[in-house]
């Protein structure tokens, strides 16, 4: 549909996926294509704002799927169909997927009004790649606690993880496809190993 190529990138808190999207985004531009890369919720100046809401305030569970949606409908407009329209690669730091594992596995939204919602936003595109990060809940843990202050997200108990990861793999078995798999409790170098099969195997 677009002559450039989408790439996501998704795992519970503390996957490790952040680290892995410069490897990617290198990668690429080594290989002389131009790279935007980008996240959710944001990537856009509204976007922005309203991840700041997102991350940090109450709310009910069906405005934050929304809200998500929002955000993503900004963004598909501003950031990712332009730059897929003119050839580049775009890699956003997750995309929907992240919705149904969140707002869908951990918060048990029901999964129909996540489907009404993407056929609303994006009834045609889906990333040509997801790439996710999995890893047990005790090593994503420990990687968060090593790190930062805890968002609304990371907050959460251990059962919201269990079910947003289960929601994750769910989702990647049912769209063999587009997703691959990567096992996060991998060293740096072996990840690369593998991304670097599966991006040769994307751009033949
Ligand atoms: P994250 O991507 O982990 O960014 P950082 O590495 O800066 O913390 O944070 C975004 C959070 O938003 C993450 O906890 C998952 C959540 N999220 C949803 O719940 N639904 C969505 O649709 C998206 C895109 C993100």
Request: net charge positive.
């Given at each position: 549909m677009y002559p450039g190529k989408f790439i996501s990138f998704e795992g519970i808190?503390?996957?490790?996926?952040s680290t892995h999207i410069a490897y990617v985004a290198n990668w690429l531009r080594a290989r002389g294509h131009n790279v935007v890369t980008t996240r959710e919720p944001g990537g856009t100046a509204l976007g922005e704002k309203l991840r700041e809401l997102l991350l940090h305030e109450k709310m009910h569970l069906e405005t934050e799927a929304l809200l998500m949606f929002a955000a993503r409908r900004e963004h598909l407009a501003q950031v990712i169909e332009p730059a897929l329209a003119r050839g580049d690669y775009v890699i956003t730091d997750r995309f929907t997927d992240a919705s149904f594992a969140?707002?869908?596995?951990?918060?048990?939204?029901?999964l129909r009004k996540l489907v009404a919602l993407e056929q609303w936003v994006h009834p045609h595109l889906q990333p040509d790649l997801t790439l996710l990060f999995d890893v047990p809940l005790e090593v994503a843990r420990a990687r968060l606690a090593a790190t930062r202050s805890p968002d609304k997200f990371e907050q959460e108990k251990e059962d919201f993880f269990a079910a947003t990861r289960a929601e994750y793999l769910r989702r990647a078995a049912e769209f063999p496809g587009r997703f691959r798999v990567i096992d996060?409790?991998?060293?740096i170098q072996d990840v690369e190993a593998a991304l670097d099969r599966i991006l040769e195997s994307l751009i033949e």
């Open positions: 808190d503390g996957a490790g996926k969140y707002q869908g596995g951990g918060r048990k939204l029901d996060s409790t991998l060293s």
